[in-house]
């Protein structure tokens, strides 16, 4: 028999709103108060939510459980997956000695450690983010920079910084996935809104980046390489984002902008040379023949052409098999939504969608099993490795399926509508609060697509009432997000074990907290103008 969710439980919608909050609320608290793991915070707020929604709103326990084994379905194969196979790919590189190669072949472009900074922090992490997120692009980068002279905690807070912008894209495309599957609002409507609010901050990135760490004499020597590498990047980020599909946005962009950057620095060099850091040393670099570094690049090479191949539709459709996309039995219509939040009753579809062949993560894994005995590695090895990545991986897919299976459990019992409700008496000003609560969601969780599945349909059930475009706000919550990255205690903590820092994570947080603060309210600024100035900028669905 189907339910129909209820939107005040409490007969007061303040007392409605607190509860509904409260599974939140846990997670934020066991994270950041008892300063426990992520994932036994994500598992604590499931908990709370299950209990909220049985105990409270009267949701049957067979819905609530089909709605949490939903929500760990789809946060394994369309989250989980893919960080998988790109730390694999990863990994795969390090074992094999091409790791070094890599970093090596980029940083020989200039000796300049500014340069090195941009190369390596801006547009090296951009693609790093768009090949898998989880934190590589502030280790390995980090990594990089501290293997090129650069003082670890600069390093450190170097790539927390960087790593903004891209976030929205980062793992292939992965939040904007997650934003379409929590709302049902079609993928490329939130792909492009993205990419007309992001590319601004793309373009001032790395002048923005330049400055935390350098005056202005020293950033200014190099302005002609910050507008090539920001705009360059932004250029290739919107176009992508409008025109082409979500999986590839930085990846593209990062390898235009790099390449761009090796063509522009073959004709200028600034006129003053930033050769050694602060303790006075000089770092020497191997240089290596062009098939030793296409050998070096071939693993990421080879996964973003399967990438690229596997988004085709017209090949994509191949791989797809219609007995692996089913409805979910006992969930699928019902769970029935009813007024205000829709015109008239509406049952929730419910569907499982197991086509793990067509996911950008198959595409990655099948680059790293070619390439890793292209590169030396036996396939009894490659094997061995690929347990070892799962088992290492093993607390952040915890985390992964909890948050998930909060968020498709709060989904469905009506608990994040509840809020969205209530949030609608913000009023006009809900474009600048809903863009900083995309902020504070990533900023506490540690991800993008996090947010999205706590916080995605909460903003589009916001926006509906409030008569503003739910693309924008779906797509705000995202944007404003990325600029959470660098505060997130999973960051900090990947950031100072990379570089050898343990304990110093508070003073990373205090360095980065007025850049991530400060960005996230210009991004909200321009969510309120689209909302109000230039509404025509926004894509219809």
């Known amino acids: 028999m189907p339910w129909s969710q209820i939107y005040d439980p409490l007969h007061s919608w303040p007392l409605s709103t607190a509860m509904s909050a409260l599974p939140v609320f ?13 994932w036994m915070a994500a598992l604590a707020g499931l908990g709370m939510a299950v209990v909220l929604a049985q105990a409270v709103l009267g949701m049957p326990v067979p819905l609530i459980g089909l709605s949490a084994v939903h929500g760990f379905v789809f946060g394994f194969f369309q989250i989980a ?12 590189a390090m074992e094999t000695g091409q790791f070094e190669v890599m970093k090596e072949s980029i940083a020989s472009l200039s000796s300049d450690l500014r340069l090195q900074m941009i190369l ?4 090296f992490g951009a693609f790093l983010e768009g090949a898998g997120g989880g934190g590589a692009p502030v280790a390995i980068a980090g990594s990089f920079l501290i293997g090129l002279g650069f003082p670890p905690f600069q390093a450190a807070v170097i790539c927390l910084l960087a790593n903004t912008a891209p976030v929205a894209w980062g793992g292939v495309g992965n939040p904007v996935r997650v934003l379409a599957g929590v709302t049902g609002l079609p993928e490329q409507a939130y792909n492009a809104m993205l990419g007309r609010i992001l ?5 001032i990135l790395p002048l923005w980046l330049m400055r935390s760490c350098f005056d202005w004499k020293k950033t200014m020597q190099v302005w002609p390489a910050l507008l090539v590498s920001g705009a360059s990047f932004a250029g290739m980020q919107y176009i992508w984002s409008n025109y082409g599909e979500s999986g590839l946005v930085d990846i593209l962009a990062a390898i235009f902008s790099l390449l761009t950057m090796v063509a522009f620095l073959k004709f200028w060099k600034p006129k003053e040379l930033l050769t050694s850091d602060p303790a006075g040393r000089t770092v020497a670099l191997k240089h290596h023949s062009v098939g030793a570094v296409l050998k070096g690049w071939s693993p990421f090479i080879l996964a973003s052409l399967f990438i690229f191949l596997f988004a085709l ?15 979910l039995p006992g969930l699928h219509q019902m769970v029935v939504r009813v007024p205000p939040v829709v015109p008239q009753a509406t049952p929730e579809e419910a569907r499982m969608n197991l086509n793990f062949l067509a996911l950008p993560g198959t595409a990655i894994f099948i680059a790293a099993f070619l390439t890793a005995p292209f590169l030396g590695m036996r396939f009894s090895r490659s094997c061995q490795l690929f347990v070892q990545t799962f088992r290492q991986l093993g607390p952040a897919l915890m985390a992964i399926s909890f948050m998930v299976g909060l968020a498709y459990v709060t989904r469905f019992s009506g608990m994040d509508t509840i809020i969205g409700l209530s949030l609608t008496r913000t009023g006009w000003v809900f474009p600048l609060f809903g863009t900083l609560l995309g902020w504070l969601g990533v900023g506490l969780t540690g991800t993008d697509a996090g947010s999205n599945a706590l916080f995605g349909n909460l903003q589009k059930v916001t926006a509906e009432q409030l008569h503003i475009s739910p693309i924008l706000m779906g797509a705000a919550n995202s944007a404003g997000g990325v600029m959470g990255k660098m505060i997130s205690a999973q960051s900090l903590v990947v950031a100072t074990a990379a570089t050898n820092q343990p304990g110093r994570e508070a003073d990373m947080f205090r360095f980065v907290f007025k850049h991530s603060i400060v960005l996230a309210i210009l991004v909200g600024l321009v969510v309120l103008l689209y909302a109000y100035v230039l509404p025509g900028i926004i894509p219809v669905p």
Not at 26 to 38: A, G, N, P, R
Not at 313 to 327: D, I, M, R, V, W
């Open 81 to 92: 997956w893919i960080i998988i196979a790109s730390i694999f790919l990863y990994n795969i």
């Open 26 to 38: 846990t997670l934020f608290f066991v994270l950041l108060v008892l300063k426990k793991k992520v």
């Open 199 to 203: 590319p601004p901050f793309s373009l």
């Open 313 to 327: 539709s017209s090949f994509n459709k191949y791989l797809k098999f219609e007995a692996l996309t089913f409805p």
């Open 120 to 123: 390596i922090a801006f547009c």
